[in-house]
């Protein structure tokens, strides 16, 4: 029997090759079949961060959920003659959570590896896990989602060789007991809590800057923006949660100094066991004193990342910190949305309207920029200072500062 340990999965264990899955979405309740298609978008880009190449979609609308299958009998045998006919299908991937029984039946139905969207958004976390708070994270988000599930996903584990869903906790045959696993639970929360004051003397030992954090759904160009603001070299790419540990940067403009943040990108239906583990990192942002929420204006639902993010904000109490919206990706907006003919003026009489319209619509300050083309980046700062100045006039009411 192998075991897979998340602490070494980059190195041992864990064989890479691209999965080829298929992916099931569901409409229900006041959802409409243009959302999930969004919804499912997102879907397929999680696989593809999780190394999952995605070869056909198959969407139902159902009153609610099958209890015991999630999908009906008919979209059942459509998948499974599907599966049937390409052999390289080797999992299905669904856009919500599954319990126990429900991947039970559907393994037995479709012979094939069952991966709900929260155990894909864990494997993606497991990979991009660094530090030992990041694994440890992990790894005890990962035992509480499984611990419900154990009857239904260990004797699944065992006819298995790794791959997106199975990266995780090691597994052996004794561990299968609920005791154990929550045996377990208890230790990494142990661990967690010792990494976490340790954690809280770095941050008292920043001295009184002030805190900024950047925020916002995973893959809006936070990172590429830390990198623009601070000038330095903080990893960045074009997937899903590329930045799972929070980097800290101090930076100086105008004479007035500040610590810059950035953190994990939110996701909609973010696992919960991944907000609790999560929290800590996320300390960042509770303690932060001013937020630069930033937002990819370019994609075609960002309301609905904008919520998304203020919902987990305020799952965080952070939702009522002094707060700049950057909507990045000017750039991307203005080619898929105005007319090439339209003259200069025109456009930026266009682009103020917005503004305004949003600053109505989201209750705060705002700003377009193009990080990638450092477009708006002198008007950033110029409003960031004011909004650095006026925190540290709150902290500090009667010091003299240099600027």
């Given at each position: 029997?192998?075991?897979w340990n998340l602490s070494n999965q980059a190195t041992k264990g864990l064989k890479e090759e691209t999965?080829?899955?298929?992916?099931?979405?569901?409409?229900?309740?006041?959802?409409?079949?243009?959302?999930?298609?969004?919804?499912?978008?997102?879907?397929?880009?999680?696989?593809?961060?999780?190394?999952?190449?995605?070869?056909?979609?198959?969407?139902?609308?159902?009153?609610?959920?099958?209890?015991?299958?999630?999908?009906?009998?008919?979209?059942?045998?459509?998948?499974?003659?599907?599966?049937?006919?390409?052999?390289?299908?080797?999992?299905?991937?669904?856009?919500?959570?599954?319990?126990?029984?429900?991947?039970?039946?559907?393994?037995?139905?479709?012979?094939?590896?069952?991966?709900?969207?929260?155990?894909?958004?864990?494997?993606?976390?497991?990979?991009?896990?660094?530090?030992?708070?990041?694994?440890?994270?992990?790894?005890?988000?990962?035992?509480?989602?499984?611990?419900?599930?154990?009857?239904?996903?260990?004797?699944?584990?065992?006819?298995?060789?790794?791959?997106?869903?199975?990266?995780?906790?090691?597994?052996?045959?004794?561990?299968?007991?609920?005791?154990?696993?929550?045996?377990?639970?208890?230790?990494?929360?142990?661990?967690?809590?010792?990494?976490?004051?340790?954690?809280?003397?770095?941050?008292?030992?920043?001295?009184?800057?002030?805190?900024?954090?950047?925020?916002?759904?995973?893959?809006?160009?936070?990172?590429?923006?830390?990198?623009?603001?601070?000038?330095?070299?903080?990893?960045?790419?074009?997937?899903?949660?590329?930045?799972?540990?929070?980097?800290?940067?101090?930076?100086?403009?105008?004479?007035?100094?500040?610590?810059?943040?950035?953190?994990?990108?939110?996701?909609?239906?973010?696992?919960?066991?991944?907000?609790?583990?999560?929290?800590?990192?996320?300390?960042?942002?509770?303690?932060?004193?001013?937020?630069?929420?930033?937002?990819?204006?370019?994609?075609s639902r960002y309301e609905e990342h904008v919520n998304t993010v203020n919902e987990t904000l305020e799952?965080?109490?952070?939702?009522?910190?002094?707060?700049?919206?950057?909507?990045?990706?000017?750039?991307?907006?203005?080619?898929?949305?105005?007319?090439?003919?339209?003259?200069?003026?025109?456009?930026?009489?266009?682009?103020?309207?917005?503004?305004?319209?949003?600053?109505?619509?989201?209750?705060?300050?705002?700003?377009?920029?193009?990080?990638?083309?450092?477009?708006?980046?002198?008007?950033?700062?110029?409003?960031?200072?004011?909004?650095?100045?006026?925190?540290?006039?709150?902290?500090?009411?009667?010091?003299?500062?240099?600027?």
């Amino acid at each position: 029997m192998k075991e897979w340990n998340l602490s070494n999965q980059a190195t041992k264990g864990l064989k890479e090759e691209t999965e080829h899955a298929v992916l099931v979405g569901l409409i229900y309740g006041m959802q409409t079949e243009e959302q999930l298609q969004e919804y499912l978008n997102e879907l397929e880009f999680l696989a593809l961060t999780a190394g999952a190449k995605s070869l056909r979609r198959f969407v139902q609308r159902l009153p609610r959920p099958h209890p015991r299958t999630f999908i009906g009998s008919g979209k059942m045998l459509e998948i499974k003659k599907y599966i049937d006919e390409h052999e390289e299908v080797n999992m299905v991937i669904f856009d919500d959570d599954l319990s126990g029984k429900q991947v039970s039946a559907l393994e037995s139905e479709l012979k094939v590896k069952i991966v709900d969207r929260s155990s894909l958004i864990l494997d993606i976390f497991a990979r991009r896990a660094q530090t030992a708070q990041a694994k440890t994270q992990v790894e005890l988000a990962q035992l509480q989602y499984l611990l419900p599930r154990l009857r239904g996903l260990w004797t699944h584990l065992e006819r298995q060789r790794g791959g997106i869903g199975m990266r995780g906790p090691g597994e052996k045959e004794i561990e299968t007991d609920r005791r154990i696993v929550r045996d377990k639970i208890a230790l990494l929360k142990k661990q967690l809590e010792k990494i976490d004051r340790q954690a809280v003397t770095q941050r008292k030992s920043r001295g009184e800057l002030i805190r900024v954090a950047l925020v916002g759904y995973t893959n809006v160009g936070k990172s590429t923006l830390m990198n623009v603001l601070s000038k330095s070299d903080v990893f960045a790419e074009n997937k899903l949660f590329a930045t799972l540990d929070t980097t800290v940067r101090k930076v100086v403009y105008e004479g007035v100094p500040f610590l810059l943040s950035d953190t994990v990108g939110f996701i909609r239906k973010l696992p919960h066991h991944l907000v609790e583990s999560f929290k800590s990192t996320l300390d960042e942002v509770r303690e932060s004193d001013i937020l630069l929420h930033v937002v990819d204006i370019g994609h075609s639902r960002y309301e609905e990342h904008v919520n998304t993010v203020n919902e987990t904000l305020e799952e965080l109490g952070a939702r009522n910190k002094p707060t700049l919206l950057v909507f990045n990706k000017i750039d991307i907006y203005r080619q898929e949305n105005f007319d090439k003919l339209l003259d200069a003026p025109t456009k930026r009489d266009i682009e103020q309207e917005l503004l305004a319209s949003l600053k109505n619509q989201f209750e705060h300050d705002n700003i377009f920029i193009s990080a990638m083309n450092r477009e708006g980046i002198d008007e950033l700062r110029e409003k960031l200072v004011v909004m650095v100045k006026r925190e540290y006039q709150v902290r500090f009411p009667y010091e003299v500062r240099p600027w």
